[in-house]
């Protein structure tokens, strides 16, 4: 298992498994099979819709004493109903409370958008909350009293731009430590991984095989499909390995975590053993060669007609 450590020497797994688009009913057999065949770090989040049972499988699993709570790095999610500072703490209890854990090893501001209480997705522009009531800067400063308050290890962000990232860093008194965001050949976003790098903020990557089930409502005619990429096939063939086990060994040597999502226990191996992989400086020049600045998740959830949030200022660069 390749470790990646953080600035105060805590170090989690480089592969995580992502629970992203894992149905309810095939998460408890899923996560006690990730931990047996040796994953430690697992990526959650209450918009997800399946908490519970990965709670319920990671704690039973516990019981066995083949590893202990201090061994699996946890992260989840602050979702985007709770940026009020006074829903902040009860939103992580409630997280807590279905991973039935007592702290997070890390929590995330999950999108730079507030919505209304109650609210996964919004319908009508009124049912989102504008930046300028809610700026991100006061959810910040209550994510950080979790830290102070022993209910999370790290904090951190995810779907952040660098402009979003410095105006954080400037009024944190505890800095933002991930950005979790979407990262794969096609979308590599060389600037933020330069900002990242200075900074000394870990990159966890989304969506690393190109989200291949996403629901149809999330997907473009003719998009491209990172799986089915040919350098890719050919990277995969000269190193007798998967597609996937090169997608995710390209982000692994860059430094960057990976939380490839599978429920299949093949493939949830295949994916593990990515680490094992070496790539030489040809191999990653020929990946550097695919970026085209692609998005599998643009947020188009968040752009209503009538509210201020629109895709130019959400990721800060034109479209
Ligand atoms: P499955 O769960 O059946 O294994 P992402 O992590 O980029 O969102 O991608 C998740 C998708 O990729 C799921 O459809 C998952 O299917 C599939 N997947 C996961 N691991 C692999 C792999 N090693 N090879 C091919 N497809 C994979």
């Not at 009860?90 to 209304?116: Q, R, S």
């Not at 209480?117 to 522009?125: C, I, N, V, Y």
């Not at 830290?147 to 995810?158: A, E, F, M, N, T």
Request: net charge negative; aromatic share 8%; with cysteine.
């Amino acid at each position: 298992m390749q470790m990646l450590r953080l600035q105060n020497s805590d170090e989690l797994s480089m592969i995580g498994l992502g629970t992203f688009k894992s149905e309810p009913g095939v998460m408890h057999a899923t996560v006690t099979e990730a931990l047996k065949l040796g994953y430690r770090h697992i990526d959650c989040a209450p918009v997800y819709g399946n908490q519970p049972e990965v709670g319920e499988a990671f704690n039973s699993f516990l019981k066995q004493n083949v590893m202990s709570r201090s061994q699996v790095w946890i992260t989840s999610k602050l979702w985007n109903d709770s940026h009020d500072p006074d829903d902040v703490r009860p939103a992580l209890e409630k997280t807590l409370t279905d991973l039935n854990l007592d702290f997070l090893d890390l929590y995330l501001m999950h999108w730079p958008v507030a919505v209304k209480k109650g609210l996964f997705l919004p319908r009508t522009a009124d049912d989102l909350i504008s930046l300028k009531s809610l700026p991100l800067e006061k959810t910040w400063h209550a994510m950080e009293k979790l830290v102070d308050q022993g209910l999370c290890r790290h904090i951190g962000v995810s779907n952040f731009s660098v402009n979003k990232l410095k105006s954080l860093c400037a009024i944190a008194e505890i800095k933002p430590e991930v950005n979790q965001i979407e990262l794969h050949p096609y979308l590599q976003q060389p600037e933020m991984f330069k900002f990242c790098n200075n900074e000394k903020i870990t990159i966890t990557a989304y969506s690393p095989l190109g989200s291949p089930d996403r629901p149809e409502r999330l997907r473009e005619e003719s998009e491209p499909v990172l799986l089915q990429e040919p350098a890719i096939l050919s990277l995969a063939e000269k190193h007798a390995v998967t597609p996937a086990q090169i997608l995710l060994s390209w982000l692994v040597s860059k430094g960057v975590i990976a939380i490839p999502k599978s429920t299949n226990p093949a493939r949830m191996k295949q994916n593990l053993a990515a680490t094992e992989v070496k790539l030489s400086n040809d191999d990653m020049g020929i990946i550097e060669q695919l970026d085209r600045n692609y998005r599998y998740y643009k947020g188009g959830a968040w752009i209503l007609d009538g509210s201020d949030y629109t895709l130019e200022n959400l990721w800060d660069e034109k479209y």
